[in-house]
Structure formats: structure tokens, C-alpha cells
């Protein structure tokens, strides 16, 4: 049988020439320096990194959500490479032995990527030994080896933890109710947050009722709703108590029934039609805080939740960029004339279009597959929702375009161009970095420099040629394996 295969030859593109043998050795002295050069150099790198990460220098007024998002667009990594970039000096920073060890070429790359996956404080030094005695290959298949025990190990903890999962109610001699459980991890983190919720609301309802003041005696009762009003704040257990008190009447009230998706993560808006025609000059002016901020915040109605928290004209215009909207007239009074019908912002077909066009998020280094549509001149301004006036942006760009000052317009030949807020071009690639004559000799010169002598061997490991058994490795080396053993 023919397959494709067939046609592709794996000899070398260039036949070998046979030269003398010191030349030979001494060609691959020098890829194996500069090899372990680069290594030293990446140790650096990955320095330079860390540091800009946890500074935060990829969002500083610059609109990418990550550090590696940044990298992609300013150095041109894959967008893979650049979060594992990312993740390694990240845990480098914590794992002082083999970021030396990277930085004095005596690992590799190749090698310190891989034990951090699975390195910690505590194990370090033992896959620092690993790492010194094996090859790139002897690395992987003994990290692949001990996630799988940490894989069996969390999984079993995680049965465990189901297991004893259970929750006890009865009642006490006295009367009151004893509750006492174990919660899975998520299960408890969903109800703490209710009862973080529940409390503040609670507490803050009972302080604007006057339930509770500090400025009557004990055991005073409220003369209007009959409650007794404490002369203190309760306990953080007797919050505790009312707030779950308060999550048990809210779910009988409202039923246990979530209902449907669409509804229950609903958001409505209103916004009075002034200040969705806030001009787009001083939405941006208010972002960058110049003089003409003033008057956009003082543009007449209102842009309010259901709940009557107050948001800004920026970000009631992103959200009604692409949304449902219905129209309401009121009267002079305030009351409800007419309610029109539940339109979409961006009809179906049109947002289509969109997607099939822009193929995700356009702004410059981003390329999310999925995003919001945005109105480069806003419908409220009198911008017409067709395709030309349509730009693709995910939620965050959205929001830097919106409330951050970030400028799009579209060019006559159909291209998109992005301003920074203080109106300098946001180029889509940035221009490279200069490249010396030689960069192999500046780089050897740096690491010198460094006071790293990098010879030809300084990266060949202890392995004498025997067989690996990844079965024993792992059980001498792996905490969890040696403790079962």
C-alpha cells in the first residue's frame, strides 16, 4: 500500500562529510558550550520575568490581562511557550538550588522546565540530583512518574473527602438546634460566601432600622417593629447563626427552584437616554482624568443597577454595546408610559457576521476566539449597527476601549487602529529588539561578565549508560511512594 509517507526520506538533506576527528570534537565542544551559554542567558531571562510579572508590568495601563498574554505580543512567543515561561520563573523563585543550577548552565532548560512541574522547597534537592544524573529523557519519564503518584494521591484524598462529607441536625435539651458538618471544599466555599453575603446584608438592614444602637440600655424594645434592640453588635457566631437563619427563610420564600440559566444570571441596567449619548470624547477624557471629566460626570440621569448601585456612563455604554435592550418612556412624575419590545443591540445574524469576519477579540496581541461586539461609534450617538462600525473585542479589551481610555477607530482601507489613553499608536507588533554583530561572543561575554565560566562539559550528566527503572526511581525518590513502601 502507498502512503504519503512513502515519498518522505529521512536521510539527511546534506550528505555528511567526514572531517578529522578533533575537528569534529571540537565543533561539538562548541555547540555544547553555547548551548549551556544560552541556558545561563535563559536563567536571566526568566530573572527579568518573575520580577516584571509580580510588579505587574504587564498591566500597567498597557491592557493585557496576563504577563505571558504580554509576551506574546512584545517578544513573539507562542502563546504556550510564553505561559510556560510564566510558570517557570514563577516557581523558580522558590526553588533557589536549580535556578542556579540553570543559571550556571549546568542544567538545561529542558531539564529545569520539566522538574518544576513537580519540585517544592522540600524536594528540590533530591530532583536536583535527578536532574544532574539523567538526561532530558530520564527527567520526563521520572516526572511523569511522580504526578501520577500525586494524580493517585489527590485522588484518593479526594474520595476520602466525599466520603466524609455529612452534616448533623438536632435538637438540644434546651430547645435550641445543633448543627455540625463536614463540607466538601467547594460545597464549603459556596456557603461561606453566602453567609458572608447574608451577614453584611442583615447587619446593614438592622443598623439602618435601628435595631441596632449603642445609644439605649439593655433590653430596650423597638417601638415600631417590637424587636429588641442590643445595646452592642452580636458575636461573630451569633451573626453567623442569623445569617443562616436568613439563607434558610430567603430559599423557602423564593423556592428552591434556581430556574433558568438566562434568567438567573441576569443583569439589568437602567440607563436614561443622556447618558448613554455622553459624548465619546469625554468618556475618554474622564478615563485619562483631564479637565473634561467633570462634565461628564455631571451628564443628567441616571445609570443604575436593579438594586439602585450606582454605574458609571462608561461602563453602562460597554454594556449596552452589545445587550438586549428595551426602551421605557416615563412621564414627568417619573411613572412608566410605554415599554417597547426586547430587541437585541446586535441582531443575530449581524453578530454572526462578526465572529465569521474578526474571528475573535482584535485588539492588538490578544486574538481571544470569543468576545463582545463593540460599537466603534456608539448606536447612541447616532453610530449605525452594521458591519463597518462593528469591531470584535473580548470582555476586558471591551472595557479598556470603554472605561480605561483606549481608543479604535476604523481606517478608510477597512484596518482597525488602537490608541493608548494618552493617544500614542498601539502598534499590532512592536519593532524587535536590536540584535548585535555577534550575539553568540555578547553573549559569552555577558555571562563572564556574571563571573560564569561556561565550559563544553558543564552539562553532561553522571548517567553511565544503565537502564532506567522509573519504578524503583520513583519509590526512592517520591515522599508519598517511599511512605507506603
Same mark, same amino acid.
Given at each position: ?9 529521512? =536521510?539527511? /538533506?546534506?550528505?555528511?562529510? +567526514? ?28 530573572? %527579568? ?18 504577563? #505571558? ?7 513573539? /512567543? ?32 529542558? @531539564? ?43 485522588? @484518593? ?11 448533623? +441536625? ?21 456557603? /461561606? ?11 446593614? $438592614? ?62 439589568? +441596567? ?25 462634565? =461628564? ?7 443604575? %443597577? ?6 458609571? =456612563? ?26 417597547? #419590545? ?27 476566539? !470569543? ?20 469591531? /470584535? ?7 479598556? +476601549?470603554?472605561? &480605561? ?5 476604523? *481606517? ?13 499608536? !498601539? ?15 555578547? $553573549? ?17 550528566? &553522571? ?16 515522599? *508519598? #511512594?517511599?511512605?507506603?513502601?
Amino acid at each position: 500500500m502507498h502512503t504519503a509517507f512513502d515519498d518522505v526520506s529521512l =536521510a539527511p /538533506m546534506i550528505a555528511p562529510t +567526514v572531517g578529522a576527528a578533533p575537528e569534529l570534537e571540537r565543533l561539538g565542544d562548541e555547540i555544547a558550550e553555547l548551548s549551556a551559554q544560552l541556558d545561563a542567558a535563559t536563567a536571566r531571562l526568566l530573572d %527579568l520575568i518573575r520580577e516584571f510579572d509580580a510588579r505587574g508590568g504587564w498591566g500597567n495601563g498597557s491592557g493585557f490581562r496576563s504577563c #505571558a498574554h504580554w509576551l506574546t505580543w512584545r517578544v513573539g /512567543m507562542d502563546p504556550g511557550a510564553a505561559r510556560e515561561r510564566v510558570r517557570v520563573a514563577r516557581a523558580l523563585g522558590t526553588l533557589p538550588r536549580l535556578a542556579e543550577a540553570l543559571a550556571c548552565g549546568e542544567l538545561s532548560y529542558s @531539564k529545569v522546565r520539566a522538574l518544576t512541574r513537580v519540585a517544592t522547597p522540600e524536594t528540590e534537592e533530591r530532583l536536583l540530583k535527578v536532574g544532574r544524573a539523567g538526561t532530558a529523557e530520564h527527567v520526563e519519564r521520572i516526572v511523569r512518574g511522580w504526578r501520577r503518584v500525586d494524580r493517585i494521591a489527590e485522588a @484518593k484524598q479526594g474520595i476520602q473527602r466525599h466520603r466524609s462529607r455529612g452534616l448533623h +441536625v438536632y435538637q438540644d435539651e434546651d430547645g435550641m438546634v445543633v448543627i455540625r458538618g463536614r463540607l466538601e471544599p467547594e460545597t464549603g466555599a459556596v456557603l /461561606m460566601k453566602a453567609l458572608e453575603a447574608s451577614r453584611e446584608a442583615l447587619y446593614q $438592614l438592622a443598623r439602618n432600622n435601628g435595631v441596632i444602637n449603642k445609644n439605649v440600655p439593655a433590653e430596650t424594645l423597638h417601638p415600631e417593629t417590637g424587636l429588641l434592640v442590643c445595646e452592642d453588635t452580636p458575636t461573630w457566631s451569633q451573626q453567623q447563626a442569623d445569617a443562616l437563619g436568613l439563607l434558610a427563610e430567603t430559599a423557602l420564600h423564593h423556592g428552591i427552584d434556581p430556574g433558568t440559566p438566562g434568567e438567573r444570571y441576569q443583569v439589568v +441596567v437602567h440607563v436614561d437616554a443622556p447618558v448613554l449619548a455622553e459624548s465619546d470624547a469625554s468618556t475618554a477624557a474622564d478615563a485619562c482624568g483631564t479637565a473634561d471629566a467633570s462634565a =461628564a460626570s455631571n451628564a443628567p440621569g441616571q445609570s443604575v %443597577l436593579e438594586n439602585g448601585t450606582h454605574v458609571s =456612563a462608561a461602563t453602562s455604554r460597554r454594556l449596552a454595546c452589545d445587550s438586549t435592550r428595551v426602551v421605557m418612556r416615563h412621564d414627568a412624575d417619573g411613572h412608566a408610559t410605554d415599554v417597547g #419590545a426586547r430587541t437585541r443591540t446586535i441582531p443575530p445574524a449581524l453578530r454572526r457576521a462578526l465572529q465569521h469576519r474578526d474571528h475573535g477579540c482584535r485588539f492588538p496581541g490578544c486574538g481571544l476566539p !470569543f468576545g463582545q461586539g463593540h460599537h466603534i461609534r456608539h448606536w447612541a450617538n447616532g453610530g449605525p449597527t452594521t458591519l463597518s462600525n462593528l469591531a /470584535m473585542l473580548c470582555r476586558r479589551h471591551h472595557r479598556a +476601549v470603554h472605561e &480605561d481610555g483606549y481608543q479604535v477607530e476604523r *481606517l478608510p482601507d477597512g484596518e482597525l487602529q488602537f490608541r493608548l489613553p494618552d493617544g500614542r499608536l !498601539f502598534p499590532d507588533v512592536p519593532p524587535r529588539a536590536p540584535v548585535p554583530p555577534d550575539p553568540a561572543e555578547r $553573549l559569552r561575554a555577558q555571562n563572564e561578565a556574571e563571573d560564569l565560566h561556561i565550559h563544553p562539559r558543564v552539562a553532561i550528566p &553522571d548517567w553511565s549508560g544503565e537502564r532506567l527503572d522509573l519504578g524503583w526511581a520513583i519509590d526512592v525518590l517520591h515522599p *508519598l #511512594a517511599a511512605s507506603n513502601s
